[in-house]
């Protein structure tokens, strides 16, 4: 990965025993803070962002990155690109459609964020717009707004999405957005699907993009 981040945070839950023990065993520990999130079996990932976050306030900006998102190194560039500008963005890829349901996102002419959300049901008006690619980046002056905004959502009711945050944010701060081609970014659900990522990731060849 090219990037380089101050520092780390790794939100576990449902068998955090098993994820302590296997981080321990890495050489690259030291680099990373587990956090325990008690509440897993109601969060839907809302209270995880919270609490990573406020562990990083006063430190610059966060990237959020799904767990189960895998990015090949070309898509790790655009991400480091994009992050030397320190400004908010959200990461998407292919557009949401029949086959492409989920979190989507619609942007204007000059890639602002205009309107996000999560339909898992295909809506036709939907068609077209962007789909949510599994990372978010809140920079350093639009951490504390965003933190703001999560917490008080978190608060009342933590069956929420991590960027749900964002929604009627405009009156507070601007989001980007970035686009990664298809082949660049994939998502697993199993250990099986995982080392199949990595073998179609590892089989394209950059001079095939």
Same mark, same amino acid.
């Given at each position: 990965? +090219?990037?380089? +981040?101050?520092? /780390? &945070?790794?939100?576990?839950?449902?068998? $955090?025993?098993?994820?302590?023990?296997? /981080?321990?065993?890495?050489?690259?520990?030291?680099?990373?803070?587990?956090?325990?999130? @008690?509440? *897993?079996?109601?969060? !839907?990932?809302?209270?995880?962002? #919270?609490?990573? %976050?406020?562990?990083?306030?006063?430190?610059?900006?966060?990237? #959020?990155?799904?767990?189960?998102? *895998?990015?090949?190194?070309?898509?790790? %560039?655009?991400?480091?690109?994009?992050?030397?500008? %320190? @400004?908010?963005?959200?990461?998407?890829?292919?557009? *949401?459609?029949?086959?492409?349901?989920?979190?989507?996102?619609?942007?204007?002419?000059?890639?602002?964020?205009?309107?996000?959300?999560?339909? +898992?049901?295909?809506?036709?008006?939907?068609?077209?717009?962007? !789909?949510?690619?599994?990372?978010?980046?809140?920079?350093?002056?639009?951490?504390?707004?965003?933190? @703001?905004? !999560?917490?008080?959502?978190?608060?009342?009711?933590?069956? !929420?999405?991590?960027?749900?945050?964002?929604?009627? #944010?405009?009156?507070?701060? &601007?989001?980007?957005? $970035?686009?990664? +081609?298809?082949? #660049?970014? &994939?998502?697993?659900? =199993?250990?099986?699907?995982?080392?199949?990522?990595?073998? =179609?990731?590892?089989?394209?060849?950059?001079?095939?993009?």
């Amino acid at each position: 990965m +090219p990037i380089n +981040p101050n520092k /780390i &945070s790794i939100v576990g839950g449902y068998g $955090i025993n098993h994820l302590s023990e296997y /981080i321990n065993s890495c050489y690259w520990r030291k680099q990373v803070n587990l956090i325990n999130n @008690e509440k *897993y079996a109601d969060d !839907r990932n809302i209270y995880s962002a #919270f609490k990573a %976050q406020k562990n990083h306030l006063g430190e610059g900006g966060v990237l #959020f990155v799904e767990t189960d998102t *895998y990015l090949t190194n070309e898509a790790w %560039q655009i991400i480091e690109n994009a992050l030397l500008k %320190q @400004e908010s963005f959200i990461t998407v890829s292919k557009n *949401y459609s029949k086959e492409n349901t989920g979190g989507f996102v619609v942007s204007d002419n000059a890639d602002n964020l205009i309107k996000l959300g999560y339909q +898992p049901k295909y809506l036709n008006e939907l068609d077209g717009a962007h !789909r949510m690619a599994g990372m978010l980046f809140i920079s350093s002056k639009d951490m504390q707004k965003d933190f @703001e905004l !999560r917490k008080k959502l978190a608060y009342k009711d933590i069956d !929420r999405y991590y960027f749900e945050s964002l929604i009627d #944010f405009e009156d507070k701060f &601007s989001i980007k957005i $970035i686009s990664l +081609p298809e082949n #660049f970014i &994939s998502a697993f659900n =199993t250990k099986e699907e995982y080392y199949e990522t990595l073998k =179609t990731a590892n089989s394209i060849k950059s001079t095939d993009i």
